[in-house]
């Protein structure tokens, strides 16, 4: 453990070296003593920056001297299951009109499949229904899938169909 700090040795830093001598010295409390007065002067008013220059060359020193484990990375190969991911283009509210939708059928990361995508104005809920089971059907032929992945909302606005009525409002708000 460390020694504590003088006190008196740490007040008499902030004095010129002759002012520190005749405070402390024959004259004063007689506790002056040039060589050692002089290194521990030195040493407290430094002190901060040889602790921290110290601390630096300790961390330096652990890290060169800790070994570096290597660790082994590999992977395993997982057989990922085949999904139909129903895209619903439609807004926010819950009640809100279904614009379009979409299908696209992957395995892990790899898309195996994309079935075109429709606008369903004008269509009711039953014919909506009635179209993702014909499309339940044709994948179920191809890929053996027996049901779409719970549905990703998506903004009208992102619409992916080339001629969307949307698009030529967007074009007409911008310009």
């Known amino acids: ?4 700090i003088n006190p008196k040795c740490l007040a008499c830093i902030d004095y010129s070296r002759s002012e520190a001598k005749r405070i402390h010295g024959p004259q004063g ?40 484990e290597a660790t082994e990375t590999f992977s395993i190969p997982v057989q990922a299951p085949l999904v139909a991911l129903l895209y ?14 979409a299908v696209s059928v992957w395995q892990g990361s790899k898309k195996l499949a994309d079935i075109e995508p429709i606008h369903c ?3 009711t809920n039953t014919q909506v229904r009635h179209y993702l089971n014909q499309v339940l059907k044709v994948i179920r032929e191809r890929y053996g ?7 990703i909302r998506m903004e009208p606005s992102e619409c992916e169909i080339a001629d969307c009525p949307l698009k030529d409002k967007r074009h007409v708000q911008t310009a």
Request: net charge positive; charged share 35%; proline share 7%.
């Open 1 to 4: 453990m460390a020694r504590p």
């Open 29 to 68: 409390d007689d506790c002056w003593k040039d060589n050692t007065c002089d290194n521990k002067r030195n040493h407290y008013r430094h002190r901060k920056e040889s602790n921290a220059k110290r601390k630096g060359n300790y961390a330096q020193r652990k890290v060169i001297t800790t070994p570096i």
């Open 88 to 101: 619903l283009y439609k807004e926010k509210p819950k009640d809100a009109h279904l614009h379009a939708l």
């Open 121 to 123: 104005m004008g269509m």
């Open 145 to 151: 899938i027996t049901e779409f992945e719970p549905p």
